[in-house]
């Protein structure tokens, strides 16, 4: 694992310390671990953890400068990206959210003992901003929704002047093509698509600036997002 994540750091032109590196497989480890009792992830190949969970975490620091900053992780599953971002830029202060309490309650317990920081919160992430809007310089998601849903779930959370990182594959253009409505009507403007290639296929992080206050009304309960995208 940790062969695999020096090999792919200078590819995102990042340097780490080999304290950093071992924190990053340590928690590869533990997920993969917990996986055998609880429903983390199907990617359980020490080297396919180091690629696309790690690595794939990572690229967010490529797309962004996180240090000083806020940043929630928005349906943060086992921890991607936000428990990777926190351990290689301590600096940032880091904020996990997620419905499944179990999960949560894992993570709560799993980064003391690797000595990393992050805060955790258990709720849906359309209730959760009632008390958190625009609070954040990033809100980041991977693999929660298509664009057009997770843009109303996200840039509630969001300064303006802050950013919405969202994490895609290779549909990223696609996506994008479906959500002019949603990014005006939210208050984002489109800054940069980066593209990352990882194991073969590419992995985009892309990055919308706020540049006006999210309307009060968004975001929406998510049936009502899920069954009518912006």
């Keep these: 694992m940790k062969k695999t994540l020096e090999e792919g750091l200078p590819l995102l032109g990042l340097e780490l310390s080999d304290n950093q590196k071992e924190a990053l497989c340590a928690f590869g480890k533990a997920v993969v671990k917990q996986n055998e009792v609880m429903n983390l992830t199907a990617i359980t190949e020490d080297e396919q953890v180091a690629k696309l969970h790690l690595l794939d975490s990572l690229t967010v620091l490529a797309a962004a400068d996180l240090k000083e900053k806020t940043l929630i992780d928005v349906g943060c599953g086992a921890g991607f990206p936000g428990v990777p971002l926190a351990i290689a830029c301590p600096e940032a202060k ?40 625009e609070s954040f310089d990033y809100a980041v998601s991977r693999a929660v929704a298509r664009l057009n849903i997770l843009l109303e779930l996200t840039a509630p959370y969001v300064k303006v002047g802050g950013a919405v990182l969202a994490m895609k594959g290779t549909a990223a253009e696609e996506e994008l093509s479906e959500c002019a409505g949603a990014i005006q009507k939210l208050g984002l403007k489109l800054e940069q698509v980066k593209v990352f290639p990882i194991d073969g296929t590419s992995h985009a992080v892309i990055v919308l600036r706020k540049i006006a206050p999210t309307p009060k009304q968004f975001p929406r309960r998510y049936a009502k997002i899920k069954q009518s995208p912006l």
């Design 94 to 133: 880091v904020t996990l959210l997620d419905s499944l309490g179990k999960r949560v309650k894992w993570l709560e317990e799993i980064m003391p003992q690797l000595g990393i920081e992050a805060q955790c919160v258990t709720a849906r992430a359309e209730e959760a901003v009632a008390d958190r809007r």
